[in-house]
């Protein structure tokens, strides 16, 4: 069985190491054909692009669906809205207001004991604000988010901590006028550190929050229920 889970890990990173820091959902998954659903609000205060493009900011609140196709795989799906600020060095700001954006990705255990387990995932957000005017040109504006993930937690039964690290990266794709550019993130920031908790409130619902440090600055919280 471990090994069929870590050639589906290869398999994805293969399939998706072409397209181009999103948050976890935590290490608690749904069961077999059981479903858990949620609200969540993800705020990035900062990530580093290349060269002289300064750094990104963005604001997003979404939907969550997550569906156990077996009681160690969980595909993960989100669906909402969000804006992008592009902070570039010398130039003024470019502000993108808000519009859709959505995600997925899955999450993978790959080992449990007791109280103890490590969950192995992969998310990808896309965030579409609408199109601005500075002047006579038109710019347009996409953020492209992807990470793969491991962490590791501890059921203290009241709370749920965990801990991990990431490779993640995250794209802006800019229109001016009719000319594409994709400029991404400092890969010297790729690797960073994931901090968080589950909450539980009542048998079905929980909280999750969540802090990520280094290849970005971002916090996460979310309202979660289980079916």
């Not at 069961?31 to 990035?44: D, E, L, R, T, V």
Request: a positive charge.
């Amino acid at each position: 069985m471990l090994k069929i889970r870590l050639l589906f890990i290869v398999f994805i990173f293969f399939l998706s190491a072409n397209s181009y820091a999103a948050p976890c959902y935590g290490t608690k998954m749904p069961g077999k054909n059981k479903i858990f659903i949620g609200a969540q609000a993800h705020s990035i205060f900062k990530r580093y692009l290349k060269d002289d493009q300064g750094k990104l900011k963005s604001w997003q609140n979404f939907f969550l669906l997550s569906y156990g196709v077996f009681d160690w795989l969980s595909l993960d799906l989100k669906g909402g809205t969000g804006y992008i600020k592009q902070c570039p060095l010398g130039r003024d700001e470019l502000d993108y207001p808000t519009y859709m954006g959505g995600g997925y990705g899955f999450r993978l255990k790959l080992y449990q004991l007791k109280n103890t387990k490590v969950v192995f995932g992969f998310q990808h957000i896309s965030i579409h604000p609408k199109t601005i005017y500075v002047g006579a040109d038109k710019h347009k504006a996409v953020l492209d988010d992807w990470q793969f993930s491991c962490l590791a937690s501890y059921d203290f039964k009241k709370i749920t901590p965990y801990l991990g690290f990431k490779w993640s990266r995250m794209d802006y794709i800019h229109w001016l006028n009719d000319n594409r550019n994709r400029h991404k993130s400092d890969a010297a920031k790729s690797i960073g550190l994931i901090l968080g908790i589950d909450l539980p409130v009542t048998t079905n619902y929980w909280i999750n929050l969540e802090g990520q440090l280094f290849d970005s600055e971002a916090a996460a919280f979310s309202l979660n229920y289980s079916f």
